[in-house]
């Protein structure tokens, strides 16, 4: 695994991260290729901050993709990736297409099929997930879509299991002002999710930018910023993926070290 150097501005970033005991690794991908002072880490890549080590590593190179964008990840608890790609892939000689979730172990460079996009009934791109511990889990996609029976569209949450085959909306894309394509999902408990948007939008009288992540309390209907865009490097780095482990940060101290005011409670993940 390719160990990378922070350049000063995202290891300080990070740095109000690690400052507090719940310290998670951040494991994200953006939809543009972003610069850390001469360290260039591309659209397709998956990167793992380790707030422990206080380094990047390289989870997955885009170069194994064929240089196309991972657009939906999630982190499994025995490291093992979720992810899918904007585009067609292939992996160890197996296609896959937008539609698909693809199950990656970066210690062993493999990789399989988890979820058949060949299940929806109309053409769709995975572009946000979440697995939740009992196998069901969270999509967005980038345009309409239909699983399970349930007709969707581009910005809508929804849950899905695959054991039943039974859909439902969590949350409704129509509640979103502006762009509310919503491409990172990460689950913190039943009322509360942290997502990020394509551009900028808003959501329940709060607006917020294409690269910010913001904590959404659906039975609240309230949403409060968790890490804004300016977190991830210079300012243009659009988070398009987005998973934490072991633990999501302490929202206070991030607060205290002047990361902006927080509503989400610390949870375990």
Same mark, same amino acid.
């Given at each position: ?10 290891a300080?970033a ?10 998670a ?9 972003i ?6 880490v ?14 990047? /590593?390289?989870?997955?190179?885009e ?31 197996v296609?896959?297409?937008p ?7 970066p ?11 060949g ?16 196998g ?17 569209d ?28 919503v ?22 009288g ?17 949403? /409060?910023?968790y ?6 490097g210079?300012?243009?780095a659009?988070i ?12 206070a ?5 002047a ?11």
């Amino acid at each position: 695994m390719r160990s990378m150097t922070l350049s000063l501005g995202l290891a300080v970033a990070f740095a109000l991260i690690a400052a507090t005991p719940a310290a998670a690794d951040i494991v994200f991908s953006t939809h543009n290729t972003i610069h850390f002072d001469g360290l260039k880490v591309h659209h397709g890549d998956v990167v793992d901050y380790d707030a422990a080590a206080g380094s990047l /590593s390289l989870l997955l190179d885009e170069e194994t993709l064929g240089g196309k964008n991972v657009d939906a990840l999630h982190l499994l608890a025995d490291g093992s990736l979720i992810f899918s790609a904007g585009q067609k892939i292939r992996l160890d000689g197996v296609a896959y297409e937008p539609a698909d979730l693809v199950r990656y172990d970066p210690l062993a460079g493999t990789a399989s099929l988890w979820f058949d996009g060949g299940l929806f009934a109309r053409k769709a791109d995975i572009d946000a997930v979440h697995v939740n511990d009992d196998g069901s889990f969270l999509l967005s996609t980038h345009d309409k879509g239909e699983l399970g029976g349930l007709k969707f569209d581009r910005g809508d949450i929804v849950q899905f299991n695959p054991a039943t085959g039974a859909a439902s909306i969590l949350l409704d894309g129509s509640a979103f002002g502006g762009n509310g394509n919503v491409d990172a999902i990460h689950k913190l408990n039943d009322d509360e999710l942290l997502i990020s948007t394509h551009a900028n939008s808003t959501l329940y009288g709060m607006a917020f930018g294409g690269g910010d992540v913001i904590c959404v309390n659906l039975a609240m209907q309230a949403v /409060s910023m968790y890490l804004p865009e300016s977190t991830f490097g210079n300012g243009a780095a659009n988070i398009d993926a987005l998973a934490f482990s072991p633990s999501i940060p302490e929202p206070a101290t991030l607060a205290l070290l002047a990361l902006g005011a927080l509503a989400c409670r610390r949870r375990r993940v």
